[in-house]
């Protein structure tokens, strides 16, 4: 394989990835920049907390086609590669996490990349590699999101599932073991990334989402 190819799938994919779709569609819907509310990430939760349900979905469903193009962008350029399609998307679950569209510096003065927490890119990511994955993920990350009530539980989620689905299937289907890499870079990618809400977690001041936020806000209405 000529290592520019593989250069050139590395770099679509991840270009692709760091498309801030959350930037855009909140701008458009709401005119404000959802790097100034909530968690400041470009994902559709904050999204969804800046700018309303809508386009929290929208950003949301844009983000997991970020990582479904991945795979289209491996399979175009090197069709039935499989390590070239779990490269393709952990690049693209990288863009979407750090982002070289949201160059900026921190409070401190240092360059930093932004983005989403990768939940849904990496949702994405597992499709493309294996289009059932939806029926399995989406299910667990809906029932994390509404009743568990942390999108940051939910994006864990998500990566948890994806090494588990592959892990399964290498074993039991003999599928790519290579899946299973790609499950465990996500993992590790989004724990990194996470960092921050897992001290919240930790300390019981993580912001809560779904059901649990509903009831919360209806207790201190009542209250």
Sequence with gaps: MPIL?????????????????GLIVGKVASGKDVRRFGSGRTGGTNVMRAAGLIPGVVTAVLDVLKGVASGWIAEWLAPGDPWLKVLAAVFALWGAIHSVFLLEKDEHGVWRLRGGAGGATGLGGAIALWNPSAFFIVPVGAVMYFFVGYASVTTISVAISALVIFTIRAFVDNQPFQYIIFGAAALATVLYALRPNLKRLRNGTERMVGLRAYIKKKQLHLG
Aim: aromatic letters at 12%.
């Design 5 to 21: 190819q593989i250069l050139l799938i590395m770099g679509l994919s991840y270009l692709v990835g760091s498309i801030p779709f």
